[in-house]
């Protein structure tokens, strides 16, 4: 790596490290701290995993994040998982909760309609009495 390679990385670095910094400062949900996390290292990334340098110790840190990255993949795969599988909890709830609802409200509905017709039968008949 030149000089002047290492100078615009340094500067890139000093862009996304305020970038960043500004996007998690102003997260105020963990879903938007998760996602100003995941741009960083989206625009950090390509330099350090695939970097053609022949330097030693550049090759272990890239080796080492690789590492930290898969790790933190399956992390983040098991957390959408268990993100799923309540999104999935939480909608049969609803619905078992509306068929129950609707099934009681067609069930007043049937016993008013039974209701109306015996009401109206018993009033023909006290009609026809009189």
């Not at 340094?10 to 970038?19: D, K, N």
């Not at 996007?23 to 100003?36: I, K, N, Q, S």
Request: glycine share 2%; proline share 2%; hydrophobic share 45%.
């Amino acid at each position: 790596m030149t000089a002047r390679v290492a100078h615009n990385r340094l500067r890139r670095v000093s862009v996304q490290r305020a970038a960043f910094a500004t996007a998690y400062g102003r997260a105020r949900a963990p879903v938007e701290r998760l996602v100003a996390v995941v741009s960083g290292l989206r625009a950090a990334l390509p330099a350090t995993v695939t970097s053609a340098s022949s330097s030693p110790s550049t090759k272990s840190v890239a080796a080492e994040v690789a590492r930290r990255l898969d790790r933190a993949a399956d992390d983040l795969a098991d957390l959408l998982a268990e993100v799923h599988t309540a999104q999935e909890s939480a909608a049969g709830v609803v619905i078992r909760r509306r068929a129950r609802s609707q099934s009681r409200k067609d069930q007043s509905d049937a016993d008013s309609a039974a209701d109306s017709a015996a009401d109206s039968a018993a009033d023909s008949a006290a009609d026809s009495a009189a």
